[in-house]
């Protein structure tokens, strides 16, 4: 998945699950865990939408001739490989060490929980080891440590030696508290959420999600005890005891966490609040409503679905290595990785083997008018020097020359506001100011791509244009850079009668390399 798409999707479902736990603020504890914890669910399953099937590259239109309607031709530039825009380097030509480097500081961070997760489950079992009991769960733990439970398949409840001097009641609470973590399982999701956390520990809502995760499993612990018939007040007393003799637990599940401690005794003595929690059915039902979450998000696609392999792709070519740059390439979608394998055989001269990768990624971008025209045009150049297949070469065109017609029927069926007016007849041109330069993209210089990419534009009263429309485009990304470009360009208005009125005009940018 984009990196980017990614960021907003985990994004959206932390603040979902926010939204969704303040919106069961008055139902019970259990209910807004469950809450949380399909939010981590979510966000484990989040990186296996990017492995979802996709067709079609998703790069921009590539159609060779279209009207342009009644707007004149007013502006005019060239772009070469050397040209930088003022904004800086788009996405697609960020450097690959930078890549790397952002690589490396998520595994660091991520490998660094990891292992300080693992090292502590290292000494949670060693101390197991060395702490046999008579008891099939409870065991003793050193002084000072916080009740805890430890393990799933075979839990164990650790009391501190000093429990031994505790009141009865004390310690029947203690246990009832643990006992319930066992029954809901809360070890093994714990540990899961931990986890996950350490896959996203760049994000600040994951962080935020987990602090809430862990106060509401002691909520719900919390609740279970009280609805075994427990006085409330007794409860709370057991727990602000605990709580101020001994230290939290770590990487366990310990009875008296202090940063909610107030919040807890608040919820335990509170008359209204609903203990009960979520049935099977509903469960089952929010876990597959956390699993439709998902679906969605593996339609969308950025303009590339594995950026950093293009990008290593890309640099393979450029240094000839062409069986590194075949391989890297096989990592994007597969529309994609047959077009650029297909581009990679061209540049060896192995033609046969080219051919067969350029009709694989247009059969494969059939449904996808733009990712069709973007397959069709590069084979059709690469047609143009292989004299043996006219017959291929005729085909192309013919579907190229289809896909145009269809794109022609769908600009005449939009048309410009009522109040823009044609250059001419008393109207006079916007007169250009200021131009930014668009960007030569990094996969058209990577596939050799020149063309000339023709935009219609509405300039307003004010001098800012706006419905910007693609009328011929290029691909490969030259197309949105322009259309960015345009964006940015600023005008003297077009006049008529004197005063300021908005004008329909076209612009013709050519994208060439330089030899």
């Given at each position: 998945?984009?990196?980017?798409?990614?960021?907003?999707?985990?994004?959206?479902?932390?603040?979902?699950?926010?939204?969704?736990?303040?919106?069961?603020?008055?139902?019970?504890?259990?209910?807004?865990?469950?809450?949380?914890?399909?939010?981590?669910?979510?966000?484990?399953?989040?990186?296996?939408?990017?492995?979802?099937?996709?067709?079609?590259?998703?790069?921009?239109?590539?159609?060779?001739?279209?009207?342009?309607?009644?707007?004149?031709?007013l502006?005019?530039?060239?772009?070469?490989?050397?040209?930088?825009?003022?904004?800086?380097?788009?996405?697609?030509?960020?450097?690959?060490?930078?890549?790397?480097?952002?690589?490396?500081?998520?595994a660091?961070?991520?490998?660094l929980?990891l292992?300080?997760?693992?090292?502590?489950?290292?000494?949670l079992?060693?101390?197991?080891?060395?702490?046999p009991?008579?008891?099939?769960?409870?065991?003793?733990?050193?002084?000072g440590?916080?009740p805890?439970?430890?393990?799933?398949?075979?839990?164990?409840?650790?009391l501190?030696?000093?429990?031994?001097?505790?009141?009865?009641?004390?310690?029947?609470?203690?246990?009832?508290?643990?006992?319930?973590?066992?029954?809901?399982?809360?070890?093994?999701?714990?540990?899961?959420?931990?986890?996950?956390?350490?896959?996203?520990?760049?994000?600040?809502?994951?962080?935020?999600?987990?602090?809430?995760?862990?106060?509401?499993?002691?909520?719900?612990?919390?609740?279970?005890?009280?609805?075994?018939?427990?006085?409330?007040?007794?409860?709370?007393e057991?727990?602000?005891?605990?709580?101020?003799?001994?230290?939290?637990?770590?990487?366990?599940?310990?009875?008296?966490?202090?940063?909610?401690?107030?919040?807890r005794?608040?919820?335990?003595?509170?008359?209204?609040?609903?203990?009960?929690?979520?049935?099977?059915?509903?469960?089952?039902?929010?876990?597959?409503a956390c699993?439709?979450?998902?679906?969605?998000?593996?339609?969308?696609?950025?303009?590339?679905?594995?950026?950093?392999?293009?990008?290593?792709?890309?640099?393979?070519?450029?240094?000839?290595?062409y069986?590194?740059?075949?391989?890297?390439?096989?990592?994007?979608?597969?529309?994609?990785?047959?077009?650029?394998?297909?581009?990679?055989?061209?540049?060896?001269?192995?033609?046969a083997?080219?051919?067969?990768?350029?009709?694989?990624?247009?059969?494969?971008?059939?449904?996808?008018?733009?990712a069709?025209?973007?397959?069709?045009?590069?084979?059709?150049?690469?047609?143009?020097?292989?004299?043996?297949r006219?017959?291929?070469?005729?085909?192309?065109?013919?579907?190229?020359?289809?896909?145009?017609?269809?794109?022609?029927?769908?600009?005449?069926?939009q048309?410009?506001?009522?109040e823009?007016?044609?250059?001419?007849?008393?109207?006079?041109?916007?007169?250009?100011?200021?131009?930014?330069?668009?960007?030569?993209?990094?996969?058209?210089?990577?596939?050799?791509?020149?063309?000339?990419?023709?935009?219609?534009?509405?300039?307003?009263?004010?001098?800012?244009?706006?419905?910007?429309r693609?009328?011929?485009?290029?691909?490969?990304?030259?197309?949105?850079?322009?259309r960015?470009?345009?964006?940015?360009?600023?005008?003297?208005?077009?006049?008529?009668?004197?005063?300021?009125?908005?004008?329909?005009?076209?612009?013709?940018?050519?994208?060439?390399?330089?030899?």
């Amino acid at each position: 998945m984009d990196p980017l798409l990614h960021v907003f999707a985990s994004t959206m479902l932390l603040v979902a699950a926010a939204l969704g736990s303040q919106a069961l603020r008055r139902r019970s504890a259990a209910a807004r865990h469950l809450v949380w914890l399909l939010a981590f669910w979510t966000l484990a399953l989040l990186p296996l939408a990017g492995w979802a099937p996709v067709d079609g590259v998703p790069v921009d239109w590539v159609l060779p001739e279209l009207p342009f309607g009644s707007s004149r031709l007013l502006y005019r530039t060239t772009v070469t490989a050397g040209d930088q825009a003022a904004g800086g380097l788009p996405a697609a030509m960020v450097p690959a060490s930078f890549s790397r480097l952002a690589l490396g500081v998520w595994a660091a961070g991520g490998g660094l929980m990891l292992v300080h997760l693992a090292a502590s489950l290292v000494r949670l079992g060693q101390l197991r080891r060395s702490t046999p009991g008579r008891h099939p769960i409870l065991r003793r733990a050193p002084h000072g440590t916080m009740p805890f439970t430890f393990g799933h398949f075979r839990p164990l409840i650790f009391l501190p030696a000093e429990a031994a001097a505790w009141p009865a009641a004390r310690r029947r609470h203690v246990v009832l508290h643990e006992l319930a973590h066992i029954r809901r399982h809360d070890y093994a999701a714990h540990l899961f959420a931990r986890c996950v956390l350490a896959f996203y520990w760049w994000h600040p809502l994951a962080w935020y999600a987990w602090r809430h995760l862990a106060a509401e499993r002691e909520l719900a612990a919390d609740d279970s005890v009280l609805r075994r018939g427990v006085r409330p007040s007794d409860y709370a007393e057991s727990l602000l005891c605990v709580a101020a003799a001994l230290p939290p637990a770590r990487f366990a599940l310990g009875m008296a966490r202090r940063v909610p401690l107030e919040g807890r005794l608040r919820s335990i003595l509170a008359v209204k609040t609903v203990r009960t929690a979520p049935g099977r059915l509903a469960t089952a039902a929010a876990a597959l409503a956390c699993v439709v979450a998902v679906l969605p998000i593996a339609t969308l696609r950025g303009q590339n679905q594995n950026p950093a392999a293009l990008t290593q792709g890309l640099d393979a070519l450029q240094r000839k290595e062409y069986e590194e740059a075949f391989s890297r390439f096989a990592g994007l979608d597969p529309a994609g990785a047959a077009l650029w394998q297909a581009l990679t055989r061209e540049r060896q001269g192995r033609a046969a083997e080219a051919a067969e990768r350029f009709d694989r990624a247009v059969a494969l971008a059939m449904g996808d008018d733009k990712a069709e025209s973007v397959a069709l045009r590069l084979y059709d150049r690469f047609l143009a020097a292989d004299a043996a297949r006219p017959g291929a070469r005729q085909a192309v065109q013919a579907r190229l020359a289809e896909l145009e017609a269809r794109h022609r029927a769908a600009l005449a069926r939009q048309t410009p506001g009522a109040e823009v007016r044609r250059v001419g007849g008393g109207v006079i041109a916007p007169r250009l100011l200021e131009k930014v330069q668009p960007l030569y993209s990094q996969e058209a210089r990577g596939a050799k791509l020149e063309g000339t990419v023709v935009l219609s534009v509405e300039i307003d009263a004010a001098g800012r244009p706006g419905n910007i429309r693609i009328l011929r485009g290029v691909g490969l990304g030259l197309d949105e850079n322009a259309r960015e470009a345009l964006a940015r360009w600023r005008f003297e208005p077009g006049r008529a009668e004197g005063r300021a009125v908005p004008v329909a005009a076209t612009v013709e940018v050519n994208f060439k390399l330089l030899d």
